[in-house]
């Protein structure tokens, strides 16, 4: 039994961010029945490679789900649509600020029950009927002005960074307004915006500007707050150094014989980042000696942070990650596995692979709406 068995989530959202959210919540053990047009979720469509019919895009988090085509452009479709909202405990949407009270759907329709509405830049404010796309909000929040080189083109974050923390941030919120209305039976309604989110994730970046007034600038692979803290040439590739304290250092000068670095005002973080420059310059000149499985072997001994730095392939492959079985097989499909992880009851797990397009229409008709219709 999951954690959240019994519980009907209606899944109106598309792309990423919501569906990775209700993802998550039925690996949980939730009922989620996921609404799609005749045409079905875009990313069903966003491939080579593809899985099946659909693309691997799609089954990145969708696995859990049960789907039915509903066309809203009709009458009766949006009928229909109310009265599965009637039998389901959350909603979740990321249709354009006002799109479902155009259909009649109003927040007193949500008495008892939860509606999370997902946008680009939130319900309310001057941006709030704009359409919000991940590497868009990425431009628009900060994110890309500290990713990259220094001296470079700005970069966006390899994956959709900004969706897949909104997505996390709304699982989060619907499980607080299910405890909330396990106290108390008031649902609430969740305005979350990918805009939101992404300057909240700014974190330490945005904070050190709130507190210098200075905006941070891309620094590549280095940290703004500690050195050494960032990836280094060995003699065959790159590895990441992470030296987050004083002893620390101490270890990386006696690893690398750069006595000349121990110096009583690089004893502390911030002398080492005043001198960022010359401590960069005389370790990647020790460094780049040498292979990296020394570094790592080395700085490993001495309990200095230190890895390698590995392909996607290379970290699904490695023995922690076998270990921790990073991957689930679904019906002979391997998919990327819930990192949640209970020790003793309601687990994360899935056994249903992600649904064909329509594949459970009657079924959850029948389940969910039974004679209403």
């Known amino acids: 039994m999951g954690a959240l068995d019994g519980i009907r989530i209606l899944d109106l959202s598309r792309i990423l961010a919501g569906p990775w959210a209700t993802q998550m919540l039925a690996d949980l ?24 019919d659909d693309a691997a895009y799609f089954h990145s988090c969708n696995r859990g789900k049960r789907s039915m085509i509903l066309d ?4 009766e479709s949006i009928q229909t649509l109310h009265q599965l909202i009637d039998c389901a405990d959350v909603v979740v949407e990321n249709f354009r600020a006002g799109t479902l009270e155009k259909w009649g759907v109003h927040p007193e329709k949500f008495d008892g029950k939860i509606l999370c509405r997902i946008t680009g830049y939130g319900q309310t404010g001057p941006r709030a009927a704009e359409p ?28 959709a960074w900004i969706d897949v923390l909104t997505g996390m941030m709304a699982g989060n919120g619907i499980l607080a307004a299910l405890f909330h209305r396990e106290r108390t039976g008031e649902g609430q309604i969740i305005d979350l915006s990918l805009f939101d989110v992404a300057l909240m994730a700014m974190v330490n970046q945005a904070q050190n ?9 891309r620094m590549g692979h280095a940290h703004p707050n500690i050195v050494p803290y960032q990836a280094f040439r060995a003699k065959d590739d790159w590895f990441i150094l ?5 002893s620390q250092f101490v270890s990386v000068c006696e690893v690398t014989k750069a006595t000349q670095l121990m110096r009583p005002e690089l004893a502390e973080n911030s002398g080492r980042l005043a001198a960022r420059d010359e401590i960069i310059e005389i370790l990647s ?36 990650a076998v270990a921790r079985k990073a991957l689930w ?3 002979g499909q391997d998919s990327v596995a819930n990192a949640l992880r209970f020790m003793s009851k309601t687990p994360a797990e899935s056994t249903k692979r992600p ?11 029948a389940d969910w709406l039974g004679d209403e219709r």
């Open 29 to 52: 053990g939730a009922d989620v029945v996921k609404v799609e047009a005749e045409w079905g979720d875009d990313t069903r469509k966003w491939g080579p490679p593809f899985v099946g």
């Open 72 to 75: 809203l452009k009709t009458e």
């Open 132 to 159: 919000g796309y991940d590497i868009a909000l990425q431009a628009m929040t900060g994110i890309m002005s500290v990713t990259g080189n220094a001296n470079g083109e700005p970069a966006k974050v390899g994956v």
């Open 209 to 217: 500007w709130v507190a210098s007034g200075q905006d941070p600038t």
């Open 242 to 246: 992470a030296c987050g304290n004083d």
């Open 285 to 320: 000149s020790i460094i780049v000696q040498h292979p990296v499985n020394y570094w790592v072997s080395e700085f490993s001994k001495s309990g200095v942070p230190c890895t390698p730095i590995l392909s996607v392939s290379q970290a699904f492959n490695d023995a922690q």
């Open 329 to 331: 097989n679904l019906d």
């Open 355 to 365: 649904p064909k397009l329509g594949e459970h229409t009657a079924e959850v008709i």
